[in-house]
């Protein structure tokens, strides 16, 4: 199977996420909950077919408005299994929904998710997994690897000989900062 670093950099879908998003640090918490979502929702599926939903992900959790989505009840729900255009599991809805309210219990005590990720860094990534599982639902070892990996706090998102490891090495990931 090839490296998704082979695969990204001719395909017109993976390109502009690895190129741009895949691995660089991120503090937005709005950004960091859907790189969250995607990656639950990837779970069992492969990772292009999430960023084909994409646009639709954005649209049904109505961008990623955590405070928003924290709020959804059964109306919600029903819309979201109902929706084509994204992963209809009910798993993992209710999980999204779970996870945004911790998230904002989580900005209530840090003030910010993005705050709370770096309180806990450095940690390795068992530690992480356990952390995670802790707090949040369907976050098993795979996706809280990558969702750690793909927002900067985890290494490991590109190969030494890929162009784009260097960009993201000039903006000093976290994973630089372990001892």
Not at 15 to 35: A, I, M, T, V
Not at 95 to 119: C, D, P, R
Not at 166 to 176: A, E, Q, V
Request: aromatic letters at 12%; proline letters at 4%; one cysteine or more.
């Amino acid at each position: 199977m090839p490296d998704y670093c082979d695969i990204a950099p001719e395909h017109e879908i993976h390109r502009p996420y690895h190129d741009n998003e895949y691995g660089y640090p991120e503090k937005d918490d709005s950004k960091l909950f859907e790189r969250l979502v995607l990656e639950i929702n990837q779970a069992g599926l492969s990772w292009l077919t999430v960023l084909k939903k994409r646009n639709n992900f954005y649209k049904a959790y109505e961008g990623y408005n955590i405070e928003i989505i924290a709020n959804y009840g059964d109306n919600d729900r029903k819309r979201l299994i109902l929706d084509k255009g994204i992963v209809r599991n009910k798993l993992k809805i209710n999980a999204v929904i779970y996870n945004a309210n911790k998230i904002k219990m989580i900005q209530k005590e840090h003030g910010t998710f993005s705050n709370w990720l770096n309180n806990h860094h450095p940690l390795k990534k068992n530690e992480w997994v356990t952390l995670f599982k802790d707090n949040f639902k369907f976050t098993g070892e795979e996706i809280t690897g990558e969702f750690l990996m793909s927002t900067g706090y985890l290494s490991g998102a590109h190969r030494k000989d890929c162009p784009i490891f260097k960009k993201i090495l000039d903006l000093n990931p976290p994973w630089m900062n372990i001892n």
